[in-house]
Structure formats: C-alpha cells, structure tokens
C-alpha cells in the first residue's frame, strides 16, 4: 500500500471517529456554551477528515473520493487510533480524551505544516488553526474540572487513569511512518514525544492530576491490526444509510 | 420564533383611560416605534410576557437540537454532517442570545432552566416529534424552520431591543438553514423510489405539526391582542400560518410532493391557498405533554442538567480557586 496514503488514512480516520464521537453530544452537554463547543469541535474534525480523505481517495487514484472512503469501508480497513474510538463516557471522559489528541494533533500538525507534499502542508496550516483553539479549550476544562471540586479531580484522575494506556499508540512507528519521514512527508510519531510529555506533564501538574507511571500501551488501531469492539458499532451506525442504499445520492 | 400559547396578563388591553400616567407613556413610545431597553420604565405585564415568550424561544432552541442529533451520527455524507453539524451549533447559540435577551429583564438562566425542567415553562410543540428518516431532516429545516421565520421576520422590529437584535442576528442564520433543508428535499425527492418514498413520508408526518407552530386560531387565541399593543407580537398566527401556506405549496409541487390535505386549492378570489386546520386536540395534548417524545425529549435535557452538575460546579470551584489565588499575590 502506498505509505502517503495509509498516512491519510490515518489522519482522516482519527478526525472522523472522534467527530463521531463527539457529535454525539449534541444536545446533552452541561450547559449550552459547551453544546456549542462541542457541536463546533466535531464541526472541524468532520472538515478535516474530508480533507485527508479527499487527499488519500486522491492518492489512491481508484476513483474512491472521501465519502467512498469514510462509508465504505469495513473496521478492519479503518486506522484510527484507539483512543479516539473510546466511547464518549462522561463529560470529564470526553474532555480528557480530547485533550490527550489534541495536543498530540497540535504537534503533528505543526510538522506537517513543513511537508515537502504541499497538499499534505496545505491541510496542515488550515487545520492547525482549528486545532490550536481546540487544545486550549480541552486544555483549560482538564484544569478547570482536575483542579475544581473533590469529586470533579476524583472523575479526572479516574479518566486520566482509564485513558492513559491508549496514548503510546500515538507515537507507535513503523514501517509506513519511516517511509513518508524518510520522503520528508510527515515526522517520526516517536520524536513527537518528549514534546507531548512535556506539554501533559505541564497540563497534569496545573490540574492536580497524576499521570500513571506505565507507559505500557494498547496498540492495534492505526495498523488496523486489532480494532477496539467500539469502533464496528460506530461504523454500524454512521455507515447504515449508505451500505443500505448503495445506488442512492444524498 | 418557537412561541406558542405565552400568556400575557390575561386581563385584555387597557384603554387609554384605565392607563397609569406611566403606562400612557410607555404606550406612546411603542406606538412611535421605539425600542425599550433593559434600564428602562416597563410596565410588569410587559416584562412577565416577554421572559415567558423569549424563555420558550429559547427553550425551543436548546430542546431542538434533540430531534436533529438524533441524525447527525447517521448523516449520509460527509458533507451533509459537517452541515447539520453546523445547523445544530447554531441552534444552541440561538438558545444562548435568547437566554442572554431574558437575563436583561432580570431572570437569571438557571432559573428559566429549572422552570423548563419542572414543566412550569414550555417549549414548540414542533420538538415533541420524532425524526424518523433522513428525509425528516430535510422537512425539519424546510417545514420547520420555514414556519419558524415567518414568525421570526416581523420580530427583527418588536419593541424590545435587546430582543430585536437577537431576532436579527437569528433570521440570518435561520434562512440558510431553511434552504438547506429544501436542499436535502430536493435531493430526496429527485432521488430513488425509497427516498421520494422518505421525502413523502415526511411532508406527511410534519405538514400539521408545522402548522401547529403557530399557535392556535386567531378565535382561540386569548393573549395576541395584549402581546400585539406592546408590539412583541407582530401579526396574528392565522396571517402567519396562511402566509405560510401560501409560500410552502408551491414548494412542495415544485418538488412533486403531496400535501396532505384533500381541501387544499387555491382561491382565486382571495388570492390565497384554503387549507384545512390541523387537529387542535392534538395540538393541546402535544402541550400538556402527550405528544409522541415530550418525555424523552424532557428526560434528555433532565439528565443532560444533572449529570453536568458537577461539571458546573467543578468548573465554578476552580475559578474561584484562580480568583482567590490572584487576589493573594
């Protein structure tokens, strides 16, 4: 398979799982401004998955443009990570999982933004945008709720805890990453993480919250070796109108 | 606008001669089409009925967003969910100006929250029904959304300021809402036999319910001539529901759908469509709370403000842990 395009896959399958998973809030948040930033956070993932999808349908070159790819396409074939396949649980959960992406997107994407492939450069600048607005909402409500009452660090921490073993598998390098590093397309996953850990251990002291010792990871999601069981009932869903009427347009 | 049945004092208009001093005045300046502003003399009637009827639009608003999220993780395409997506976000920031437009009259959100909660304060009947298909995302925003701005049009001029420019602000919005479900419509309708069956099927689950947006027959309607002296209300619900008619029939034959109403014709002597009333009943028990979804849509909203308690009050803590440490250095 060629590597750019299992890398967009990658990058599109992460925005469109977690905007999945995010827009199924809406209506259920809180307080309305966070129904707002909610609906707007998946409003940008959803944009950028029909950017890097468009971008891996174009690569492909079979005539599978980003709908094909986002609709048709079986758990297996999919390679987002699993912790943006982790249901929504409670807000704390959401929040936290978010902010555990966002910074690790924040930092890909500044990367990216030096792409040798312009197309992959061009995605990047325009999304880092977004992106930058969503690490310091997520960033700022990890605080806000780690650092608020008794109950809402202790909610924190169990999330943090929860959700901590699914962040190595960000940084995870293989075969296809040396590839497009070697060609100057995208970086190392791994050399991204001094800076993340840096940035987490910041977020997490700021927050009164404890990072777990084990760095020990789940794997399996972005090789699409072993998926979580979440992520076929989330395709069952969002793939249904499509896969049950394959001869229609919408 | 999402305002049905909001009581106003209940006691009729007063005359000119029953009128306090005060009150003289205040007529005179809605009369001369000025705004009033949150700091200024209102009589209490004035205030009471605008917090009730800004509070259900609201209410309205935040309730809405359930019928349309219920389709948004199945949205056929990416684009079509990248567009409800954003539809939905502004409905909440819809709920949001409206909320801030009640707090200028001195009620505080949490409070009209709770009153909606506890079923003092209502919302459209129009959210108590269910989205069954993807076509009824597309009737939502045509039917739905096309009744909302006829009432919403004439409220960019109502008296109250602060709500005049949050109608504004709203009206821009909702327009393209509207058009982006005749635009799901068109599709459906100019599609496969199951879609035109879907796109069918819609017009017919929410022809009446739209109607029933505009509250009640003009005879019937108990608090529209106060509503309508203190200029928060604009035109009666019959000219807004005839109005209304008569913009969505030709849509709908352009789009080769049937409205189901066997007595719809046109009149060549008013030069409007007759149509027949909906079932009134229906619409009264939908308000007392018998529609099909009124308990799932409230029990959503119960458990979307109770669980976020601790979120609330996580948040609340942690600022005035900020504001307390700032103040210590």
């Known amino acids: 398979m060629d590597p750019l395009f299992e890398f967009c896959l990658r990058m599109g399958d992460n925005t469109l799982v977690l905007g999945h998973r995010v827009s199924q809030w809406c209506g259920h948040a809180p307080v309305v401004e966070e129904d707002i930033a909610l609906a707007n956070t998946a409003l940008d993932l959803i944009g950028q998955t029909q950017l890097w999808l468009g971008l891996a349908g174009e690569v492909e070159g079979k005539g599978r443009d980003a709908d094909a790819l986002a609709f048709r396409r079986d758990a297996w074939d999919f390679r987002s990570v699993l912790l943006v396949e982790q249901p929504n649980g409670d807000f704390g959960n959401t929040l936290l999982r978010q902010y555990l992406f966002d910074e690790w997107q924040a930092l890909m994407l500044a990367a990216l933004k030096r792409s040798t492939d312009t197309r992959v450069a061009a995605i990047a600048a325009k999304a880092a945008k977004e992106v930058a607005y969503h690490v310091e909402r997520s960033r700022g409500t990890v605080v806000g709720l780690g650092d608020g009452t008794a109950e809402s660090h202790a909610k924190m921490q169990a999330a943090l805890d929860r959700l901590y073993p699914f962040v190595g598998e960000l940084f995870a390098t293989d075969a296809t990453d040396e590839a497009v590093a070697e060609a100057g397309i995208a970086p190392l996953p791994s050399d991204l993480r001094a800076a993340y850990d840096a940035a987490l251990a910041a977020t997490m002291a700021e927050a009164t919250l404890t990072i777990p010792d084990s760095r020990w990871t789940h794997a399996g999601g972005r090789d699409g070796s072993r998926h979580s069981e979440h992520l076929g009932h989330l395709l069952t869903e969002m793939q249904w109108l499509q896969r049950a009427y394959p001869d229609a347009t919408w | 606008m999402y305002a049905q049945m909001v009581k106003s004092t209940g006691l009729g208009v007063k005359s000119r001669d029953e009128m306090s001093p005060e009150e003289a005045r205040f007529q005179d300046r809605i009369d001369a089409g000025d705004k009033i502003e949150p700091k200024d003399w209102m009589p209490e009637g004035y205030r009471a009925t605008l917090i009730r009827q800004i509070a259900q639009h609201a209410h309205s608003e935040v309730v809405g967003q359930l019928p349309e999220g219920n389709w948004i993780t199945r949205a056929p395409t990416l684009e079509r969910k990248a567009i409800l997506l954003a539809k939905v976000q502004d409905e909440a920031g819809h709920g949001l100006y409206l909320y801030c437009a009640a707090e200028t009259l001195g009620v505080s959100r949490d409070e009209l929250t709770e009153a909606l909660l506890s079923g003092e304060m209502k919302y459209s009947s129009i959210f108590n029904y269910p989205t069954l298909s993807w076509a009824d995302i597309g009737a939502?925003?045509?039917?739905?959304?096309?009744?909302?701005?006829?009432?919403?049009?004439?409220?960019?001029?109502?008296?109250?300021?602060?709500?005049?420019?949050?109608?504004?602000?709203?009206?821009?919005?909702?327009?393209?809402?509207?058009?982006?479900?005749?635009?799901?419509?068109?599709?459906?309708?100019?599609?496969?036999?199951?879609?035109?069956?879907?796109?069918?099927?819609?017009?017919?689950?929410?022809?009446?319910?739209?109607?029933?947006?505009?509250?009640?027959?003009?005879?019937?309607?108990?608090?529209?001539?106060?509503?309508?002296?203190?200029?928060?209300?604009?035109?009666?619900?019959?000219?807004?529901?005839?109005?209304?008619?008569?913009?969505?029939?030709?849509?709908?034959?352009?789009?080769?759908?049937?409205?189901?109403?066997?007595?719809?014709?046109?009149?060549?002597?008013?030069?409007?469509?007759?149509?027949?009333?909906?079932?009134?009943?229906?619409?009264?028990?939908?308000?007392?709370?018998?529609g099909p979804c009124n308990d799932e849509r409230m029990a959503a909203r119960k458990t979307a403000w109770d669980d976020g308690q601790w979120v609330r009050d996580g948040l609340l803590a942690h600022a005035e842990k900020r504001a307390h440490r700032t103040a210590a250095e």
């Open chain 2, 140 to 290: 939502v925003g045509w039917l739905v959304d096309g009744a909302a701005i006829m009432n919403q049009v004439p409220l960019q001029r109502t008296s109250y300021g602060p709500y005049s420019r949050a109608m504004i602000r709203i009206c821009k919005e909702e327009s393209f809402h509207q058009r982006q479900g005749f635009d799901i419509m068109m599709k459906m309708a100019n599609g496969t036999e199951a879609q035109r069956r879907m796109a069918q099927d819609a017009v017919n689950r929410f022809w009446y319910p739209s109607l029933m947006m505009f509250g009640p027959s003009d005879k019937d309607s108990v608090h529209s001539a106060q509503s309508m002296a203190w200029k928060i209300k604009i035109n009666t619900n019959d000219e807004l529901r005839q109005k209304f008619v008569d913009q969505t029939v030709p849509q709908a034959h352009y789009l080769g759908l049937t409205i189901p109403d066997e007595a719809l014709a046109f009149n060549e002597d008013t030069g409007h469509w007759d149509y027949s009333e909906p079932d009134w009943s229906e619409f009264y028990a939908v308000l007392k709370g018998n």
